[in-house]
């Protein structure tokens, strides 16, 4: 097959079926429904030859500063042919001018060095059979009014303005909150994921809270298949590691683009992110 062959489309929800195939063919954990919520959040790029998906990448756009690229694949078969290329010229395309982020395996490192990314630090994915978690005192399940505050503390933790991210896993998933004198002061999102649930954002202004929130979250859930995705300086990982959540991989949190952050905030803390939505989305 040619190059020339392989054309670049809109990824469109037809396209799910064939990406969940590549996804299952490089042993990602991704059921149909992560899939269809990444391009609900973002926009998507199939390649395609006579309908079928060779190749995929989106760019899930987070306000006017920031984006995330990710999904991207190729067909093991494809591989070669400049497609893994041309999916990330249309993803930072249509990023457009924003700061980029994107998690990185080994082997992708060299593509994305050579579009500009840098390393900004490591990521450490945890996952197992969850052992017995007593709940916390402190913490409690999110109500409707709480949404608003967790937008707020989550982009003033990571920089990006992900009020439909935080809205899809209030809708679709839990949030739980810490409050103090009346104000959500972190929280922590829940939601299913590949073969079980996937724990992340979880933002707080210390790892002590961190760890509380992640334990409500936990609570209840022994012998269940769970998920959590935090960065090397979090502290977490032995922690997360004696709970039964093994340390399995990561990758390599890479920006291009990258613009000074906006410190300013009318929060009397700093909150940080213990955890991601995932590698993905941040």
Known sequence: MLASQIDLVEFKPHHLEGALALSQQ??????????????????????????????????????????????????????????GKRLMDFALNAASGRECRLVATQDGLPLYQKLGFREAHRIVQHQGLISSVPPPD????????????????????????????????????????????DRVVGFGAIRRFGRGEVIGPVVAENASEARMLLSFLLAGKQGQFL?????????????????????????????????????????????????LASQALG
């Open 26 to 83: 490089a042993q990602w954990p991704h059921r149909i429904e992560d899939w269809a919520m990444g391009s609900s959040l973002s926009k998507g790029v199939a390649a395609v030859h006579r309908d079928r998906v060779l190749g995929t990448a989106m760019a899930t756009l987070y306000g006017d500063d920031v984006a995330t690229i990710n999904m991207v694949i190729v067909d093991e078969a494809m591989r070669g042919l400049g497609i």
């Open 138 to 181: 402190g913490v409690e399940w999110a109500n409707a009014s709480d949404v608003a505050e967790c937008m707020s503390l989550d982009h003033a933790a990571c920089g990006m303005d992900r009020r439909d991210l935080i809205t899809y896993l209030a809708n679709n998933g839990r949030l739980a909150v810490i409050r103090r004198d």
């Open 227 to 275: 998920r959590v995705d935090t960065s090397e300086q979090s502290g977490l990982a032995l922690w997360l590691t004696e709970l039964g959540l093994s340390h399995v991989g990561g990758g390599i949190a890479m920006v291009r683009d990258g613009k000074p952050r906006d410190t300013t905030t009318t929060q009397t803390f700093a909150p940080q992110t213990f955890a």
